[in-house]
């Protein structure tokens, strides 16, 4: 008996719609990564990209525990010396919300051309509205 291989010809891939209001940022992420990485399914193939769409919405009601409202920061530098950038959590979520959901999903999945391509199948918006009727997305409940 021999081990299957998923072909990246054969995936089927369906198109699921998330409601993050009142959920907590990690626990989602962790959901939201396993799918696009096609971990629920039974032909997970490491190296091929076999996971679903994924479309966030709600994504400015996410939630924290603790004192993270405050104290979260996130850090970015531009390459000079000194060139470091923190923005705290409170201020990227009046910014850009959805930007939030992408970073928490983005260290969960690979670095690499793989990682790449799996984070253009997560579309996060901040409110309840999303462009991809047509795609008949079906609701993940969490």
Same mark, same amino acid.
């Given at each position: 008996m021999s081990t299957?291989?998923?072909?990246?010809?054969?995936?089927?891939?369906?198109?699921?719609v998330v409601d993050a209001a009142g959920q907590t940022l990690g626990r989602l992420a962790t959901r939201i990564a396993e799918v696009l990485r096609g971990k629920h399914k039974p032909t997970f193939t490491p190296?091929?990209?076999t996971g679903?769409?994924?479309?966030?919405?709600?994504?400015e009601k996410v939630k924290l525990t603790g004192n993270k409202w405050e104290q979260k920061k996130y850090y970015r530098h531009s390459g000079y010396p000194g060139g470091l950038k923190e923005t705290p959590y409170n201020k990227l979520v009046?910014?850009?919300?959805?930007l939030i959901i992408e970073?928490?999903?983005? &260290?969960?999945?690979?670095?690499? /051309? *793989? &990682?790449?391509?799996?984070?253009? /199948? *997560?579309?996060?918006?901040?409110?309840p509205e999303h462009p991809h009727q047509a795609q008949q997305p079906e609701v993940m409940e969490l």
């Open positions: 299957y291989i998923a072909k990246p010809n054969e995936v089927e891939r369906k198109w699921y190296h091929v990209d679903d769409y994924v479309i966030v919405v709600n994504a009046e910014k850009k919300p959805e970073k928490a999903v983005r &260290g969960m999945i690979p670095h690499n /051309k *793989l &990682g790449r391509k799996i984070m253009k /199948k *997560l579309k996060v918006y901040a409110g």
